[in-house]
Nanobody
Framework: VQLQASGGGLVQAGGSLRLSCAAS????????MGWFRQTPGKEREFVAT????????YYADSVKGRFTISKDNSKKMAFLQMNSLKPEDTAIYYC????????????????WGQGTQVTVSS
């Protein structure tokens, strides 16, 4: 599976961005998708995950109520809608995929896209 993330950019605090993750390769429909983020000097941290059919989601406490993860199997795409952005959301965001079992640890995700930079100015 190959993943490609896009949609990052510079936004003011309180603004919104929508990240996209395009998949190619093996069957996308069976995969659980996740979003992680990383800032310099810190480990990559979990942001959100969505089940293979899009029916179940789970979020890090830091983004709950502001971010929404979704998955469109017909388009082989996953998304992360980010609202009410804060400066502390500034990071490189990565999309990832794995088998259907729920997981929040990056070590459990098998496939990774390249990152997309999100910068939130105060």
């Amino acid at each position: 599976v190959q993943l490609q993330a896009s949609g990052g950019g510079l936004v003011q605090a309180g603004g919104s961005l929508r990240l996209s993750c395009a998949a190619s390769g093996r069957t996308f429909t069976t995969l659980r998708m996740g979003w992680f983020r990383q800032t310099p000097g810190k480990e990559r941290e979990f942001v959100a995950t969505v089940s293979w059919n899009g029916g179940s989601t789970y979020y890090a406490d830091s983004v709950k109520g502001r971010f929404t993860i979704s998955k469109d199997n017909s388009k082989k795409m996953a998304f992360l809608q980010m609202n009410s952005l804060k400066p502390e959301d500034t990071a490189i965001y990565y999309c990832a995929a794995k088998n259907p079992v729920v997981a929040v640890s990056q070590s459990e995700y098998e496939y990774w896209g390249q990152g997309t930079q999100v910068t939130v100015s105060s």
